[in-house]
């Protein structure tokens, strides 16, 4: 590998993406406030990234490292279906055209070469009279035929031709070019039909900055195209400047700071708060122009539509704006072949300011060195240097307590949601009056344990302050503590798996350390938070479901919408609850999608199984899943009309004495009886993939994949080669 993260062990020295060729002259100042949405997180959060460093120069560019940027752009991309990798795509036909038999081929061109030499020899040998040299008569002189040199050279020139028409006529009845291709793969000596599309005219040529010149802004597309030339400009830094033309667009009152950070910094103009302007390493192939990362190529098989087969298969938001589930027992690949391929897509768009992406993964989970991410949160590491806003970045008592509840108690069927958040908020809210803050975890825990001194403690408070009505919330929640049906005992033990000594530190609310809150999905974050599987197993799912749940109420109520919000659970196992379900599907409408994994669907409960195939719009079934899964998969994909062909075989018995003795000596030499076949072709219907091929026919390294735009456009499930 590369230095610069150009190439990698998944082959991306055939495709690189472009790179600059030399570092650019970057200010000293700080960065330019024109990262769309907004230039900065101070807004709202606990999250103040604060000592970013000026923007670095960008990484170098390998001499041998493939395209440039201004040949990358003019490369035409065609997307003709949901998922396809638009990127050099060539559309294929509807329908597979009908392929004859190889061994028809060889017949048929056998006996046109018989035949065309058969008349040959009777034209040469004057079988059939003179008269296919009678357009030679016509064309030369008489005297050319009286023993002259001439007229022996026309004869063998007119031979030469008179052959090649044949040689034509036959060829072209025996099917030879189709034969040569079928056997040599083309014809030998003819170049291929597809030739490079034409150079694009300069009014269309992404590399010239069109827009900015239909707009007047003649000078700022120089710059920014001779920066091109040049090579001190990347794919990143493309998607970042076009992202922030079009916030001028909506926005003409940036347009001078527009123009001033272009003419002053050139490709570095608008960058990312944090500075950087790539990734220190990609493991996956992107294109930045239309957001896609390359997951793998359609298998070139009778499983998968003809315009499919061999095509690649790519994500983008708007199908991760649907969600996606994907299910495959451990070693399948789900890791190595779709979370990190998205979450380092993500990060990317990120870079470029269109997307925010929160990656939950155990510790260790190879998804990217540190230096990738903007913030990396390490539960249960001392060391770390984030926190985790176990509020979800709000003030609101209930507000704080739906999402609590949900987080701690929300997988467990015997403890009803509304009650566990009746009595957090009976707690919360009497704590925010007194203190001005939220609990951390050992004083909440204290608290719903029912701690006399806490309480009198929290009583004392209040009537000091006069919050009367406060004080009541407090009295019911202590009438209530131990009645039947109370959540009270259930929160106490779900909150004491967080106030443990490796969680020392963690989950503060008094302002000594730096919480990461899910606050923050209005800016182009790249968040890791990486959790203690390792001793702490059932604390790592109440957290990730707290993440979750956090995710869905905040990404509904951004004010910003413009970015892309992506969350990456990376094992979804018991984090799913009703209400996260539901919080999934309203994400498509939101400009939000989530990216969730599973070893099998038995880590859900089997009653969500199937709302949880419905609240996601793209399914994806590794190999070497269980028929039980592939039973879910196969009612969620449904069936198809098929066209089936039955052939049945019957004896034929002849009359005629020669015909009957045909037969036995037919049947003496094949050691069969002669029969005919009838062929019966109806349309019936069946299942797209059942859930014994689902489990028994998916090779190792592939998987099948059925996709949905936010649009309500789909594609049927698809075997896709991850491994290409």
């Not at 597809?194 to 010149?213: C, F, I, N, S």
């Not at 001779?226 to 830094?237: Q, S, Y």
């Amino acid at each position: 590998m590369d230095t610069d993260g150009t190439h990698d062990s998944q082959g991306t020295r055939a495709t690189p993406v472009p790179r600059p060729a030399g570092p650019p002259p970057m200010p000293t100042s700080s960065p330019s406030p024109l990262v769309p949405p907004s230039g900065g997180f101070e807004s709202s959060g606990t999250y103040e990234p604060g000592g970013f460093e000026a923007a670095p120069p960008a990484p170098e560019r390998a001499p041998d490292s493939g395209p440039t940027l201004g040949e990358w752009l003019r490369v035409p991309r065609v997307a003709d279906a949901p998922g396809t990798w638009a990127y050099g795509h060539r559309p294929r036909l509807p329908e597979e055209p009908e392929r004859t038999p190889l061994r028809q081929l060889v017949s048929g061109a056998l006996i046109s070469l018989l035949a065309g030499l058969l008349l040959w020899s009777l034209l040469w040998n004057g079988y059939l009279g003179s008269f296919w040299l009678w357009p030679l008569f016509l064309v030369t002189p008489d005297r050319w035929w009286i023993g002259t040199q001439e007229g022996a050279i026309a004869q063998n020139i007119y031979n030469v031709v008179v052959i090649g028409g044949l040689l034509i006529l036959f060829g072209r009845l025996g099917r030879w070019p189709e034969l040569a291709r079928r056997v040599l793969g083309r014809v030998p000596g003819v170049a291929p039909k597809e030739t490079p599309p034409p150079p694009p005219q300069p009014e269309d040529d992404l590399a010239e900055w069109p827009q900015l010149r239909a707009a007047g802004q003649g000078e700022t597309a120089a710059r920014l195209a001779a920066e091109v030339r040049d090579g001190r400009m990347n794919d990143v830094d493309y998607a970042r400047i076009r992202r922030a033309w079009h916030s001028v667009r909506a926005d003409p009152s940036r347009l001078t700071a527009f123009a001033e950070a272009v003419r002053g910094q050139g490709a570095a103009a608008c960058v990312h708060p944090s500075g950087k302007r790539d990734l220190p390493v990609r493991a996956a192939r992107h294109d930045l122009l239309v957001r896609q990362v390359r997951l793998g190529t359609v298998h070139d098989g009778e499983r998968n539509p003809y315009p499919r087969r061999g095509t690649g298969l790519a994500l983008d938001p708007v199908l991760l704006g649907t969600s996606l589930l994907a299910v495959g027992p451990p070693g399948a690949g789900k890791t190595h072949a779709l979370v990190r391929p998205v979450v380092e897509s993500l990060s990317l768009q990120a870079l470029a300011g269109q997307a925010v992406v929160i990656a939950v993964c155990a510790a260790g989970t190879q998804l990217g060195p540190d230096s990738a991410y903007d913030v990396v949160v390490r539960l249960g590491d001392p060391d770390s240097v984030y926190d985790l806003d176990l509020y979800g970045g709000t003030n609101d008592p209930d507000e704080a307590a739906a999402v609590l509840a949900e987080g701690l108690v929300g997988d467990l069927t015997d403890t009803d949601g509304r009650r566990a958040t009746t009595a957090l908020a009976q707690l919360l809210g009497p704590f925010r009056a007194a203190h001005g803050r939220l609990p951390a975890v050992p004083e909440l825990r204290e608290l719903l344990d029912g701690t006399p001194a806490a309480l009198a403690a929290l009583r004392e408070a209040l009537d000091a302050e006069g919050h009367h009505a406060m004080r009541r919330e407090l009295d019911t929640r202590e009438r209530q503590s131990g009645a039947p049906g109370d959540a009270g005992s259930a929160l106490a033990d779900r909150i004491a798996l967080l106030d443990r000594p490796a969680f020392a530190g963690f989950f503060d609310t008094s302002g000594r350390t730096r919480p990461f809150s899910l606050r923050t999905l209005e800016h182009p974050l790249r968040v890791r938070i990486d959790l203690p599987e390792r001793g702490h197993a059932e604390a790592s799912r109440m957290l990730a479901r707290l993440v979750l749940a956090q995710f869905t109420a905040n990404a509904a109520v951004r004010a910003d919408r413009s970015l892309f919000a992506c969350l990456v659970l990376d094992d979804a196992t018991r984090t799913l609850t009703g209400q996260t379900l539901r919080g999934v599907q309203r994400l498509r409408s939101v400009n939000a999608g989530a990216l969730l994994t599973l070893r099998t669907l038995d880590d859900v409960p089997e009653a969500l199984h199937t709302a949880l195939l419905g609240a996601v719009g793209c399914r994806m079934a590794f190999s070497g899943i269980t028929t039980w899964d592939g039973k879910r998969f196969a009612e969620a994909w449904g069936t198809e009309w098929v066209e089936t062909r039955d052939v049945t075989q019957r004896t034929v018995f002849a009359d005629q004495p020669l015909t009957r003795a045909i037969h036995a000596f037919r049947k003496l030499v094949t050691g069969k009886a002669v029969t005919t076949d009838a062929v019966t072709v109806r349309q019936v219907e069946r299942e797209r993939w059942s859930a014994s091929e689902l489990a028994h026919s998916v090779p190792a390294g592939h998987a099948v994949l059925s996709l949905r735009t936010v649009g309500g456009d789909h594609a049927p499930p698809l075997l896709v080669d991850l491994r290409s």
